[in-house]
Nanobody, 122 residues
Framework: QVQLVESGGGLVQAGGSLRLSCAAS???????????VGWYRQAPGKQRELVAT???????NYADSVKGRFAISRDNAKNTVYLQMNSLKPEDTAVYYC?????????????WGQGTQVTVSS
């Protein structure tokens, strides 16, 4: 069972920055060998949406709404993935979830963190 522990959320004024962290444990896979690692978010009354992902091959993908403001990265030694969020806007307010996906012995695995609240005030 994979455990994902997120941290770094909070309340920030518009234009400010936050860095989210997601530490993975409980698997033989490391953060850099998992097929895809990423961040999603869900605002009240809305569906969960992709924010940013990074693959084992270091390809990144960002939602159009965060391009140029957010950056996903990982620290392989700490088995942790980060989301640096700059120039935050009130519409970035949501619960942010860490997600990892990988395949092992022919089966696909998909795990979510518990979520961390990000609130951006205007």
């Amino acid at each position: 069972q994979v455990q994902l522990v997120e941290s770094g959320g909070g309340l920030v004024q518009a234009g400010g920055s936050l860095r989210l962290s997601c530490a993975a444990s409980g698997t033989i896979f490391t953060i850099n060998t998992m097929d895809t690692v990423g961040w999603y978010r869900q605002a009240p009354g809305k569906q969960r949406e992709l924010v940013a992902t990074i693959t084992s091959g270091d390809s990144t993908n960002y939602a159009d709404s965060v391009k140029g403001r957010f950056a996903i990265s990982r620290d392989n030694a700490k088995n942790t993935v980060y989301l640096q969020m700059n120039s935050l806007k009130p519409e970035d307010t949501a619960v942010y979830y860490c997600n990892v996906q990988f395949r092992w012995s022919g089966l696909g695995y998909n795990y979510w963190g518990q979520g961390t609240q990000v609130t951006v005030s205007s």
